[in-house]
T-cell receptor, first 115, second 113 residues
Framework: NAGVMQNPRHLVRRRGQEARLRCSPM?????VYWYRQLPEEGLKFMVYLQKENIIDESGMPKERFSAEFPKEGPSILRIQQVVRGDSAAYFCASSRTGIDNSPLHFGNGTRLTVT | GENVEQHPSTLSVQEGDSAVIKCTYS??????FPWYKQELGKRPQLIID?????GEKKDQRIAVTLNKTAKHFSLHITETQPEDSAVYFC????????????FGAGTILRVKS
């Protein structure tokens, strides 16, 4: 049973380019959460999605960042016009349900470097 | 919204000693408190969790305690080993948040052999 799959593992972008990060949840999981981790810091919540719906985007910057979780295919976190401050590890987690505190399982992350 | 404070930020212990990491939370509606271990360059991994209907949970060398009244919870690792060295994160969630976790800032644990 494959875990949460994220790709790419490492992504290098020049300032002004777009970054697309992909996340496939665990089998049977329909809830996806994106977190950002700056170097030597904790995990900051960005967005919570269920299939085709954004449930909570309270941690998402208002500009340049967007997320989707289509009916078919992985969840995508998109960062437009990247800046150096976007350099971080972006982790995706999934859970089976959005209630009853089912545990979150994390992927291996995408390490974004903006040059 | 929920705010989780974690202490200490770094902790060094001798192999075989115990390690204790403490967290406090602000939202009295929070009812789920997991702990994650993250090794360098790797993903956070769930090591133990506790729900608000119990005060203590143990799994081999790891235990977690919860004080709902004081809104704090702690991770206890006994007989520490070098492979316990990692960053440990506490987190909290409440039912209205859809399993969204709010994390503490993390504790760097170093076990010296």
């Amino acid at each position: 049973n494959a875990g949460v799959m994220q790709n790419p593992r490492h992504l290098v972008r020049r300032r002004g380019q777009e970054a697309r990060l992909r996340c496939s949840p665990m089998k049977g999981h329909s809830h996806v959460y994106w977190y950002r981790q700056l170097p030597e810091e904790g995990l900051k919540f960005m967005v919570y999605l269920q299939k085709e719906n954004i449930i909570d985007e309270s941690g998402m910057p208002k500009e340049r960042f967007s997320a989707e979780f289509p009916k078919e295919g992985p969840s995508i976190l998109r960062i437009q016009q990247v800046v150096r401050g976007d350099s971080a590890a972006y982790f995706c987690a999934s859970s089976r349900t959005g209630i009853d505190n089912s545990p979150l399982h994390f992927g291996n992350g995408t390490r974004l470097t903006v040059t | 919204g929920e705010n989780v404070e974690q202490h200490p930020s770094t902790l060094s212990v001798q192999e075989g000693d115990s390690a204790v990491i403490k967290c406090t939370y602000s939202d009295s509606a929070s009812n789920y408190f997991p702990w994650y271990k993250q090794e360098l360059g790797k993903r956070p991994q769930l090591i133990i969790d506790i729900r608000s209907n119990v005060g203590e949970k143990k799994d081999q060398r790891i235990a977690v305690t919860l004080n709902k009244t004081a809104k704090h919870f702690s991770l206890h690792i006994t007989e520490t080993q070098p492979e316990d060295s990692a960053v440990y994160f506490c987190a909290a969630s409440n039912p209205s948040g859809g399993n969204k976790l709010v994390f503490g800032a993390g504790t760097i644990l170093r076990v010296k052999s």
